[in-house]
């Protein structure tokens, strides 16, 4: 059984920076994609960052630069750090797993997600 668990979230202020972290365990699949989404109040789930088994990585556009996904393989664990940080970088970040190692920014390519963690950037 596959298990996420985000942590690192946090209340910062602008221009602070902050990382997340996911903790996994279960992920028996030979090749997969990780990733980072985010959802803001009111708002859709949007597409934060992709990390492939090759391992290329992906960034919404309007993030690079600022924002940098890694795994640490040996400990099963998913980074995002995130640099200045902006008020509207404020959401629930959550952590998913394409168990068919796809490199997508479409949420229904992930069959697994955390619970999420709650970032709150304040101006």
Known sequence: QVQ???????????GDSLRLSCAASGL?????????????PGK????????????????????KGRFTIDRDSANNTLYLQMNSLKPEDTAVYYCA?????????????????????QVTVSS
Do not use: C, K
């Open 97 to 117: 797993v394409d168990p068919a190692g796809r490199l997508s920014r479409s949420e229904t390519r992930y069959d697994y997600w955390g619970q999420g963690a």
């Open 28 to 40: 028996t699949f030979n090749r997969y994609t990780m990733a980072w989404f985010r959802q803001a």
């Open 4 to 14: 996420l668990v985000e942590s690192g979230g946090g209340l910062v202020q602008t």
């Open 44 to 63: 859709e789930r949007e597409f934060v960052a992709a990390l492939h088994w090759t391992p290329i990585r992906t960034y919404a556009g309007s993030l």
